[in-house]
């Protein structure tokens, strides 16, 4: 069983940056992309950034490139999401969440354990 923890969230204002942590439980951390995934209100969690198991690939959605960087610490079963720029669209809970094979991925489905989730606010 795999536990993940978020933390890191909490209220910016526009411009500001925010660095996310989840921690996870286990010793298989290293063998498994992970993700990390968003839920605005009334609205379908979305795909943020993924990062493979060693952390030598990433991915973006597109309205994050170039101010958001997914990160991993092996060592300390721990990712990261620093957030830069922010904007008050990307309010949202933000959720991590450990892909259930090797690699990376942007769909919902491929991720089989998720936290609990984040909570990011982005005031203008």
């Known amino acids: 069983q795999v536990q993940l923890v978020e933390s890191g969230g909490g209220l910016v204002q526009a411009g500001g940056s925010l660095r996310l942590s989840c921690a996870a439980s286990g010793r298989t951390f290293s063998n498994y992309g992970m993700g990390w995934f968003r839920q605005a209100p009334g609205k379908e969690r979305e795909f943020v950034a993924a990062?493979?198991?060693?952390?030598?690939?990433?991915s973006y959605t597109s309205s994050v490139k170039g101010r958001f960087t997914i990160s991993r610490d092996n060592a300390k079963n721990t990712v990261y999401l620093q957030m830069n720029s922010l904007k008050p669209e990307d309010t949202a809970v933000y959720y991590c969440?450990?892909?259930?094979?090797?690699?990376?991925?942007?769909?919902?489905?491929?991720?089989?354990?998720w936290g609990q989730g984040t909570q990011v606010t982005v005031s203008s």
């Open positions: 969440a450990k892909h259930s094979g090797l690699g990376i991925a942007s769909s919902l489905t491929s991720y089989g354990y």
């Open positions: 990062i493979n198991q060693s952390g030598g690939v990433t």
